[in-house]
């Protein structure tokens, strides 16, 4: 895809605009609650990690998870905002390493650590090799879970060869073996809502080297 | 979620002493479950204190010949441990059986031993709940309760404890260690860290105010065949409705704990004098006064026999 030829107004401001747009309208009728109880100043802090090989800092409301920090402050929205309860996987980024869940973690804890975000796998002009293997294999539809599919398929695949043992190990005093099996049962924590499971399993499949 | 001011703790028993001095202070360190909770504003600390920077993070061997595993020992890494895996199979396959990849690297040992409970009516704020508001009442008794306990409950209360992890440990006999704001340590055991929910269910577990967990740890090995079985509604990242930990011997005798049945991992030491005799005789005694509901009757049964399956993949082994 030629990114280049995107239009100038994208979705994403125009969904800028609107929320714009609909706070206008409702300041009239918050006006008399804001005096009424006048909010405290919520707590803020500083925060400096590592994105992407770069590294950032940022001073947040304290409450501001990892994902909203990439996404809102660091304008990384590759990483998608789906339950916002650990419950779906869309927000898996790479820690130190480790996928988490992004939405369920705070910005401030993340002092000093490396992150990894989609952006930071691969580009449109040099993917990643999970990446180029999900175009491949057509391992999405809609593409939202995709990001957090990707990030996941790749700790996956490092926790095997890691012998990590899984729900699914037969014999977990040995290495668990590379295969379908063992892959599938670790991205449970990663829903797919088009249902693109078998061809996600077959990308992953052939980056690790294994039969699907 | 409601604003809270945050600091990184500097030592044990100085975040001890400001978790039980700051006003709606807590702890913090995986955050899987507290700021899932948070966010729906169940928990709405107004102070967090981050322990992740005590150290707490290694698996040691003891005098004893046992395993003392760090608070903050994340629950993959022990999951993956080679002396875990080889002595304490049950405790590695309870925790590879729960929650997602994500999730099991970032949560703790301590953290997944004081999780709150998946009881609906515990989430849904629009609902009355004994442990989420105290005295508010118990939606979940007039309500669907399919999931919920069916032994150990009371009028006030139905939830169940929501750990695999912990039902391994209450199989291993793990004691709990902890530090207290003025710098003391005790050891728990396990038995008797968590609590029935009585009239006081919003109370989970001994531990005080202020008082931290530093570590888990587990006697010397005891050897059998060790099994973890969790039935649940999908195969993977599923809470159970009912599993089994079980740590069997060759002479037919052994030890069993079980979950998603109460408030606590559910271990009944003269039930195991039973396990010779077989699933259906250990059952009769391991859930001898169960209270179940309309709902959740099935869940007796089926410990039966998940048990049952259990005992058969021992001898098979």
């Given at each position: ?10 979705r994403?401001d ?7 747009g ?7 009728g918050s ?5 009424a ?13 590592t994105v ?22 660091l ?9 916002d ?12 390493g480790?996928?988490?869940?992004s939405c ?18 691969g580009?449109?002009e040099?993917l ?10 057509d391992?999405?539809?809609c ?11 790749v ?6 060869r890691a ?9 977990i ?9 063992e892959?599938?049962e ?12 078998s ?7 052939e980056?690790?080297g294994?039969?699907? | 979620?409601k604003p809270?001011?945050y600091?990184r703790?500097t ?7 400001k978790?039980?001095s ?9 955050g ?6 948070m ?7 107004e ?9 707490f ?6 005098a004893?010949?046992?395993?003392r ?13 080679k ?9 590695s396959?309870a ?20 999780q709150?409970t998946r009881?609906p009516y515990?989430?849904?704020?629009n609902?009355?709940?004994?442990k989420?508001?105290?005295g ?19 009028d006030?209360?139905i939830?169940t404890?929501?750990?695999d992890m912990?039902i391994?440990m209450r199989?291993?006999d ?6 207290n704001p003025k ?5 728990i ?6 609590r ?11 531990l ?10 587990l006697?010397?090995?005891?050897g ?8 649940r509604?999908r195969?993977s990242?599923?809470f159970?409705?009912v ?23 559910w ?9 010779p005799?077989g699933?259906r005789?250990?059952t ?10 309309p ?9 039966e026999r998940t ?9 098979a082994?």
């Amino acid at each position: 895809m030629n990114y280049t030829s995107l239009p100038k107004a994208s979705r994403r401001d125009v969904l800028k605009t609107g929320a714009a747009g609909a706070a206008v309208a409702s300041a009239g009728g918050s006006t008399a609650l804001a005096s009424a109880a006048p909010a405290a100043v919520p707590p803020r802090a500083k925060v400096g990690m590592t994105v992407n090989g770069k590294p950032v800092s940022v001073e947040l409301d304290t409450r501001t998870t990892l994902l909203d920090t990439l996404r809102e402050h660091l304008h990384l929205t590759g990483s998608k905002k789906g339950c916002d309860h650990g419950q779906c996987g869309a927000c898996t980024v790479i820690v130190n390493g480790r996928r988490i869940n992004s939405c369920l973690s705070l910005a401030v804890m993340h002092e000093g650590d490396q992150v990894t975000t989609i952006e930071g796998l691969g580009s449109p002009e040099n993917l990643h090799p999970m990446q180029a293997a999900f175009v491949k294999h057509d391992g999405y539809q809609c593409g939202y879970c995709t990001p957090g599919q990707i990030c996941s398929a790749v700790s996956v695949l490092e926790e095997i060869r890691a012998g990590i043992p899984s729900h699914v190990t037969k014999d977990i005093t040995q290495a668990p073996p590379l295969d379908t099996t063992e892959m599938r049962e670790r991205m449970s924590g990663n829903i797919c809502r088009c249902g693109a499971y078998s061809n996600i399993a077959e990308a992953m499949a052939e980056v690790a080297g294994a039969k699907a | 979620m409601k604003p809270f001011t945050y600091e990184r703790a500097t030592s044990p028993k100085d975040a001890a002493a400001k978790a039980a001095s700051a006003k709606g202070a807590k702890f913090i360190a995986g955050g899987t479950n507290l700021l899932d909770l948070m966010k729906l504003e169940i928990e709405a600390p107004e102070h967090l204190i981050d322990v992740n920077h005590l150290g707490f993070d290694a698996i040691d061997e003891t005098a004893d010949g046992g395993l003392r595993i760090g608070a903050l020992v994340r629950n993959t890494d022990l999951a993956a441990d080679k002396r875990v895996r080889r002595d304490y199979g049950v405790l590695s396959r309870a925790l590879v059986a729960g929650a997602s990849g994500q999730l099991r690297n970032k949560a703790t040992t301590a953290g997944n031993l004081l999780q709150r409970t998946r009881c609906p009516y515990f989430y849904d704020v629009n609902m009355p709940c004994n442990k989420r508001k105290p005295g508010s009442g118990c939606a979940a008794l007039g309500g669907v309760s399919r999931q919920l306990a069916v032994i150990g409950s009371s009028d006030a209360c139905i939830a169940t404890h929501p750990s695999d992890m912990a039902i391994a440990m209450r199989v291993l006999d793990a004691q709990v260690e902890t530090i207290n704001p003025k710098g003391a340590t005790r050891t728990i055991p396990i038995a008797e860290f968590h609590r029935l929910p009585g009239d006081t269910p919003h109370i989970e577990t001994a531990l005080q105010p202020g008082e931290l967990i530093t570590a888990v740890t587990l006697p010397k090995p005891i050897g059998g065949t060790h099994i973890y079985r969790k039935v649940r509604d999908r195969a993977s990242y599923a809470f159970a409705l009912v599993s089994v930990a079980a740590v069997l011997q060759k002479d037919g005798t052994g030890r069993i704990a079980v979950g998603g049945v109460a408030h606590k991992p559910w271990r009944v030491e003269a039930a195991e004098a039973q396990l010779p005799r077989g699933a259906r005789a250990t059952t009769a005694v391991l859930l001898d006064g169960a209270r179940p509901r309309p709902d959740n009757a099935y869940k007796l049964p089926l410990v039966e026999r998940t048990l049952a399956a259990a005992i058969a993949e021992a001898k098979a082994s």
